[in-house]
């Protein structure tokens, strides 16, 4: 029941930024948590970072002190400063609502967005 629209990836320079960006497509009573993961190929998708309804962030060790994430109402940023190639990945969306009074706890992914950093 959402759908998670996802822009900001793309081809960056080592030591480069990107800004990504993820927004509900639906009205949400609450949001618990909103965040992004990250797979490579042939690894397990991962981390990158969360951030809770009141504000408290969590981040993978790999991007801290690089990486930010930030939320506004349903739509969530990662700021994406000082990229590494070891960063190259598709970047994937998630949010933990609750659509409606009530009704229980829901986990949804965006379609995810390709991060690359290379020369």
């Known amino acids: 029941q959402v759908q998670l629209v996802e822009s900001g990836g793309g081809l960056v320079q080592p030591g480069g930024s990107l800004t990504l960006s993820c927004a509900a497509s639906?009205?949400?009573?609450?949001?618990?948590?909103m965040g992004w993961y990250r797979q490579a190929p042939g690894t397990e998708r991962e981390l990158v970072a969360t951030?809770?309804?009141?504000?408290r962030t969590n981040y993978a060790d790999s991007v801290k002190g690089r990486f930010t994430i930030s939320r506004d109402s349903a739509k969530t940023i990662l700021q994406m400063n000082s990229l590494k190639p070891e960063d190259t990945a598709v970047y994937y969306c998630?949010?933990?609502?609750?659509?409606?009074?009530?009704?229980?706890?829901?986990?949804?992914w965006g379609q995810g967005t390709q991060v690359t950093v290379s020369s």
């Open positions: 998630n949010i933990d609502v609750r659509l409606y009074a009530g009704s229980p706890s829901a986990n949804y």
């Open positions: 639906r009205r949400i009573f609450s949001i618990n948590a």
């Open positions: 951030i809770t309804s009141g504000g």
